[in-house]
């Protein structure tokens, strides 16, 4: 008997692989660095903890992957710019996420200005991972490495 598999599952299959492998090009300290040099105002206190750099580390892996995933577009000939707005969506959401999160930790305590800079902060660390992801799944994709 043959085991039937739908595309679905292989598409599915190929995206993890691939991801796996794009995992394995990224280190945890330089994450925990641009984590420190980002929100360094923010890990002065001691209210920064430990589950809020791993939650600064998820949306990093997350940002990084996504725009990974977007690459292949540039790699077709589209301009970044206009890649950036195909997955501008989902870009802003994660950035949304870690503010939110951070604003809800006692360094929440922060006046209306301190607020706005920490959006900013988390948008600018956001899209810095995105664009990381995405020279590297550019750079995959004409490695032919896929």
Not at 90 to 119: D, G, I, N, W
Request: hydrophobic letters at 30%; charged letters at 35%.
């Amino acid at each position: 008997m043959n085991v039937i598999t739908t595309l679905k599952d292989k598409r599915r299959e190929k995206q993890l692989k691939y991801e796996r492998r794009l995992l394995r090009e990224i280190s945890l300290a330089s994450l925990r660095s641009d984590i420190k040099q980002y929100f360094y105002e923010y890990t002065k206190t001691s209210q920064f903890t430990r589950h809020c750099e791993e939650y600064c580390i998820e949306l990093a892996v997350e940002s990084y992957l996504l725009g990974a995933r977007y690459s292949k577009f540039g790699y077709y000939g589209e301009p970044l710019p206009q890649v950036r707005n195909r997955s501008i969506f989902e870009e802003k959401s994660l950035a949304e996420m870690l503010f939110h999160f951070l604003s809800t930790v006692p360094l929440a305590e922060l006046p209306k200005e301190y607020r706005q800079k920490l959006h900013e902060v988390c948008e600018s660390f956001i899209s810095s991972w995105w664009k990381e992801g995405y020279e590297k799944g550019e750079r995959r994709y004409r490695l032919r490495l896929r």
